[in-house]
């Protein structure tokens, strides 16, 4: 039987941003230290891209509230792109592919759409279309991918 969690209900959406924070965290490393990543983004903490520049500096703590905000922006972007009533599980996967991915291109996926569609294994399988970076498929991809189609269709159950 497949469970559905009223984002309505108390403590819904925070158990989502404490499910994709805690998916997001290994995948992306912390790093205190800005640094450009595969494509030559500008990075620093859980793999934060926003405001970055050379020479940056965070401390542990700050890349954690970092990371539960931008987690939380995420989560708030993505909303409209998906059902209303969405297991806690499959939401974070899908938070965790729009912040690695950025939000426009998450709701113009086939994820999205097919979510909204209610083919919700299929959306879940639609991560899997996510694994490249500069032209190139990457096993990390590959990698975070699976675990979060795995999320995905564990709430699915």
Do not use: H
């Amino acid at each position: 039987m497949r469970r559905i969690l009223k984002r309505g209900a108390a403590g819904g959406t925070a158990a989502v941003i404490a499910a994709a924070v805690a998916l997001i965290a290994p995948w992306e490393g912390l790093r205190t230290a800005s640094y450009q990543d595969i494509v030559g983004v500008w990075t620093i903490c859980y793999g934060e891209t926003l405001g970055v520049g050379p020479g940056q500096t965070a401390t542990p703590e700050e890349c954690r509230g970092r990371l539960a905000a931008r987690a939380a922006q995420f989560e708030a972007e993505i909303r409209p792109c998906l059902p209303a009533n969405l297991p806690v599980e499959t939401r974070a996967a899908f938070v965790s592919a729009a912040y690695n991915i950025g939000s426009g291109a998450f709701c113009r996926s086939s994820m999205s759409r097919l979510a909204l569609a209610s083919n919700l294994p299929g959306a879940c399988d639609a991560l899997m279309l996510w694994v490249k970076a500069g032209g190139q498929t990457v096993p990390g991809l590959v990698n975070r991918r699976t675990a979060e189609r795995a999320l995905c269709l564990s709430g699915l159950d």
